[in-house]
Every structure is written in C-alpha cells, then in structure tokens.
C-alpha cells in the first residue's frame, strides 16, 4: 500500500481564496483524521470521520473550514476564504478498529502533510 | 479532560549517548499512550503503543518507554543515539477505541557528532 497519500504538498495563496486539500487513506481503513500543525498550537485534530461520516467536527475552528468523505478513499478539506492565520501543515490520517480493547483504531497512520500558506 | 505535557521542547545529545524524553499525561482512567516521531518534511510515524499488561514497551528504531502510572509519566528512552534519530518526538494519550488521540507539544532532538 502506497500509505496515506495527501495533495498538494504545499499551497501558497491569497488571503480570500478557496483553498482545498485532499486525502486519499489507506484502503481498509475505515477511520480518517485531519489534524493542523503549527509552531504555537502543536497538533491539533480537527475532525474525524469514520466510515465516512463525520463524528466529531468541534475541532474546526470556523465556519470557513469545511471536510467531506465522499467515500472510503476520498477526503478534503476545504477553507473559504481563507486567512493569514490558516498558515499551517495539514496532516490526513486513517486508521481501523481490529475489534474489541484493545483496538487499532487510534493507531494512525499520518500522511505526509500539505503545507499551506496563505499571504 | 485529557491533556499531554512535553516539559522538553528542545534537546541536543551527542550521538553514541543516552536518551530520554519525558512525557506526562493527565487522563482519568487506564490511558492508551503512544510515541510517534516526525522527521522534517514527514508525517508522524508510530514508535510504539502501550495499551495494557507489561510496562516497559519495546518500539521500532530501538526506542523504549516505560509507563509508570504513579507517575503519569510514559518517558522514552533509547540507550545509544544515532544521528539519523534527529527529528521530532510527539507522545499521545487517547482514551482507546476511535476516540481523539491528544498530541502533546513535541520534543525537538538534535544529535551532534
């Protein structure tokens, strides 16, 4: 398996622009994350989605960010308009639950990020 | 709430020497804890899991942690450092199941010749 694939891996833009990232997870994974990285907040997981529906979106940190889950190979992550403040590395992850305790559903598998910068 | 303290932000060893990256955590009942490591330009990747039963876990690349839960402390420990182990370290804690992982800080480490 190519592991989970994000594009693009970095996006420069213009504050007020439409701004969307995509994720392609590992197949069979049936749990997918977005987390945002930055210097002063660290790691933080925006939303989830498991079998593609998402779960918990209290991550989001407005109205501006939306994310679908068309199907189970398929995720974006869109900003409109987007803000300075944006700037952050984008990280998709997936991951699936083997079953009972204990499970494999939070062991995940990160893509390797999309950097955005939004001038 | 669960929370995850990286007290280390930054941290230089000489390769050949002994590490140890310190990780606290705050979590109501038995936690699920993680070590993963970012290299530059990377996602994170697991190191190693502790989830239950012997508490000294064995991960990849010749990391250890131990979970010392008087403590609430799962530090990471690798006896002889290697240049290529420069990179970032995130410990995790997640109530199990499908439930939010929470991230801490991350640990930088530099390895110098």
């Known amino acids: 398996d190519a592991g989970v694939i994000q594009s693009p891996r970095h996006e420069v833009t213009e504050m007020g622009q439409e701004v969307t990232l995509r994720c392609k997870p590992i197949s069979g994974h049936d749990y997918l994350f977005w987390y945002r990285q930055t210097m002063m907040r660290g790691l933080e997981l925006l939303i989830y989605f498991n079998n593609n529906v998402p779960i918990d979106d209290s991550g989001m940190p407005e109205d501006r960010f939306s994310a679908k889950m068309p199907n189970a190979s398929f995720s974006t992550l869109k900003i409109q308009p987007s803000e300075p403040r944006d700037s952050a590395v984008y990280f998709c992850?997936?991951?699936?639950?083997?079953?009972?305790?204990?499970?494999?559903?939070?062991?995940?598998?990160f893509g390797a990020g999309s950097r955005l910068t939004v001038l | 709430a669960q929370s995850v303290t990286q007290p280390d932000i930054h941290i230089t060893v000489s390769e050949g020497a002994s590490l140890e990256l310190r990780c606290n955590y705050s979590?109501?009942?038995?936690?699920?804890l993680f070590w993963y490591v970012q290299s530059p330009g990377q996602g994170l990747q697991l190191l190693l899991k502790?989830?239950?039963?012997?508490?000294l876990v064995q991960g990849i690349k010749g990391f250890e942690a131990e979970f010392k839960r008087s403590q609430s402390s799962f530090n990471l420990r690798k006896p002889s450092v290697h240049w290529s182990d420069a990179a970032e370290y995130f410990c995790?804690?997640?109530?199990?199941?499908?439930?939010?992982?929470?991230f801490g800080i991350g640990t930088k480490l530099q390895v110098i010749p």
């Open positions: 979590y109501g009942a038995t936690p699920y």
């Open positions: 992850a997936s991951s699936f639950e083997v079953g009972q305790r204990p499970s494999g559903a939070n062991v995940l598998t």
């Open positions: 502790y989830f239950s039963g012997d508490t």
């Open positions: 995790a804690v997640g109530p199990g199941g499908y439930q939010k992982v929470t």
